[in-house]
């Protein structure tokens, strides 16, 4: 029985142990936090049997990817780069929009977001790159070039419906390219160009933007403001999520202190609502299915997740959840460490900083460190595309270890030989 078990559970035991503790969180923390879905629905179980199914399903996937040799991934990079400029630019034109941005669109009867198939098909190419050309004093010069080859293309056609996923994406190949010894020179350059591409993107954001309510009250000014939309150039439509944008940005650099009574719930529910909940929580939370704020916080259950996890479990819990995402970090670095090949070593150290530096994001909206990004918590949000993909990051993760264990198997064998 253990045999079997064993042979289900390949790799490393504490990455597993991580993936299944944050499922059991997302199932909890989902379902409390999808009242407005069972109210819509008018159905309370349904949306929490289609979450956990999304979950077994992710479960299966990650079994089968765990079972892939490291080998084929290499294999995969082309047809996956191809396969995302392709879904990235079709979803432009043929997006599915969701709260005011295309990033979706049906795929033989599914729905997928290509910005998440893209993230993992960069970690991939960009692994390859720093592992072929590495030399003893680090990676080749050229290898900075063909990454940002590969990395601004990307970039810039998930950042017309996704600012955050790019700039997400970006810093975690930045990261990479440290980890990989890129030349110390060009990381400089990058970080010079970086500050002056961000200056001129904001700048850009607040000039192209418009300032405009986020809910509309009355009638008139929902027909007000799509007549502004129509009267709008085709640089301005083409970038209309930058209406979004400079609001967020307005609203977190607006440092005004705002009475409580003359606070606008209406314009800043979910920051309201979320604060509300971090507050309320106290040390060890409202427990379990207690949630309030899960009532009139927009996006509970996905952006905002953990403003509710706070809010129900605790400091300690919250306090929990992060030390998951270190503890997988961590680990997949100890992982990478044993590997005799640069190529998984720098994939598995991509797709957990992927994951991790995407949870950050997440629980620094939630707290109000950072603007709203929309950035769903990496396997406990509720959601389709991202929890299966970042299912199969997991199983990867898990395909670097099992080789890793072996290179260490091998070197135990030699010792007691010695």
Same mark, same amino acid.
């Given at each position: 029985?253990?045999?079997?078990?064993?042979?289900?559970?390949?790799?490393?035991?504490?990455?597993?142990?991580?993936?299944?503790? *944050?499922?059991?969180?997302?199932?909890?923390?989902?379902?409390?936090?999808?009242?407005?879905?069972?109210?819509?629905?008018?159905?309370?179980?349904?949306?929490?049997?289609?979450?956990?199914?999304?979950?077994?399903?992710?479960?299966?996937?990650?079994?089968?990817?765990?079972?892939?040799?490291?080998?084929?991934?290499?294999?995969?990079?082309?047809?996956?780069?191809?396969?995302?400029?392709? =879904?990235?630019?079709?979803? *432009?034109?043929?997006?599915?929009?969701?709260?005011?941005?295309?990033?979706?669109?049906?795929?033989?009867?599914?729905?997928?977001?290509?910005?998440?198939?893209?993230?993992?098909?960069?970690?991939?190419?960009?692994?390859?790159? =720093?592992?072929?050309?590495?030399?003893? &004093?680090?990676?080749?010069?050229?290898?900075?070039?063909?990454?940002?080859?590969?990395?601004?293309?990307?970039?810039?056609?998930?950042?017309?419906?996704? @600012?955050?996923?790019?700039?997400?994406?970006?810093?975690?190949?930045?990261?990479?390219?440290?980890?990989?010894?890129?030349?110390?020179?060009?990381?400089?350059?990058?970080?010079?160009?970086?500050?002056?591409?961000?200056?001129?993107?904001?700048?850009?954001?607040?000039?192209?933007?418009?300032? #405009? %309510?986020?809910?509309?009250?009355?009638?008139?000014?929902?027909?007000?403001?799509?007549? +502004?939309?129509?009267?709008?150039?085709?640089?301005?439509?083409?970038?209309?999520?930058?209406?979004?944008?400079?609001?967020?940005?307005?609203?977190?650099?607006?440092?005004?202190?705002?009475?409580?009574?003359?606070?606008?719930?209406?314009?800043?529910?979910?920051?309201?609502?979320?604060?509300?909940?971090?507050?309320?929580?106290? /040390?060890?939370?409202?427990?379990?299915?207690?949630?309030?704020?899960?009532?009139?916080?927009?996006?509970?259950?996905?952006?905002?997740? /953990?403003?509710?996890?706070?809010?129900?479990?605790?400091?300690?819990?919250?306090?929990?959840?992060? @030390? =998951?995402?270190?503890?997988?970090?961590?680990? #997949?670095?100890?992982?990478? &460490?044993?590997?005799?090949?640069?190529?998984?070593?720098?994939?598995?150290?991509?797709?957990?900083?992927?994951?991790?530096?995407?949870?950050?994001?997440?629980?620094?909206?939630?707290?109000?460190?950072? %603007?709203?990004?929309?950035? %769903?918590?990496?396997?406990?949000?509720?959601?389709?595309?991202?929890?299966?993909? &970042?299912?199969?990051?997991?199983?990867?993760?898990?395909?670097?270890?099992?080789?890793? +264990?072996?290179?260490? +198997?091998?070197?135990?064998?030699?010792?007691?030989?010695?």
């Amino acid at each position: 029985m253990n045999k079997k078990i064993n042979n289900i559970f390949k790799g490393d035991k504490v990455i597993w142990m991580v993936f299944f503790f *944050l499922c059991v969180i997302s199932i909890v923390e989902v379902f409390s936090a999808s009242s407005g879905l069972t109210y819509k629905s008018n159905n309370f179980i349904m949306p929490i049997i289609k979450h956990s199914g999304t979950l077994i399903f992710g479960a299966l996937i990650v079994v089968a990817t765990l079972n892939i040799p490291c080998r084929y991934f290499k294999l995969m990079t082309p047809l996956l780069l191809m396969l995302s400029f392709m =879904l990235l630019v079709l979803v *432009l034109f043929v997006g599915e929009k969701a709260n005011g941005a295309s990033r979706q669109m049906s795929l033989l009867g599914l729905s997928v977001q290509p910005s998440e198939i893209a993230k993992g098909a960069l970690i991939l190419a960009v692994a390859q790159i =720093l592992s072929a050309m590495q030399q003893e &004093n680090g990676a080749a010069r050229k290898a900075f070039k063909y990454i940002m080859c590969l990395t601004v293309p990307i970039a810039l056609l998930i950042m017309v419906e996704n @600012l955050s996923t790019a700039a997400l994406l970006c810093f975690v190949v930045f990261l990479m390219m440290i980890i990989g010894r890129v030349p110390g020179k060009q990381i400089g350059k990058l970080l010079g160009w970086i500050a002056v591409g961000v200056t001129g993107i904001i700048s850009f954001i607040m000039i192209v933007g418009h300032d #405009t %309510p986020k809910e509309d009250d009355t009638l008139a000014k929902t027909e007000q403001t799509e007549h +502004k939309k129509k009267e709008r150039g085709t640089i301005e439509k083409m970038f209309h999520r930058a209406d979004t944008w400079k609001r967020r940005i307005i609203d977190f650099t607006n440092d005004k202190e705002v009475a409580p009574e003359d606070y606008d719930l209406d314009k800043d529910a979910q920051v309201a609502h979320a604060n509300i909940a971090i507050v309320s929580s106290n /040390y060890i939370g409202k427990g379990p299915g207690n949630s309030v704020e899960r009532d009139f916080l927009a996006q509970a259950f996905s952006d905002f997740i /953990y403003a509710i996890i706070i809010e129900e479990l605790g400091l300690i819990g919250a306090g929990f959840v992060v @030390l =998951l995402y270190i503890i997988l970090l961590f680990r #997949t670095a100890q992982i990478a &460490n044993r590997c005799e090949n640069n190529f998984p070593a720098f994939f598995a150290m991509g797709l957990a900083l992927l994951l991790v530096v995407q949870a950050t994001f997440n629980m620094a909206v939630a707290v109000g460190f950072v %603007p709203v990004t929309g950035q %769903p918590l990496p396997l406990i949000s509720k959601g389709g595309t991202s929890t299966i993909i &970042n299912c199969a990051y997991i199983g990867a993760i898990l395909s670097v270890s099992r080789s890793a +264990k072996k290179k260490v +198997k091998a070197e135990n064998s030699e010792n007691k030989i010695g």
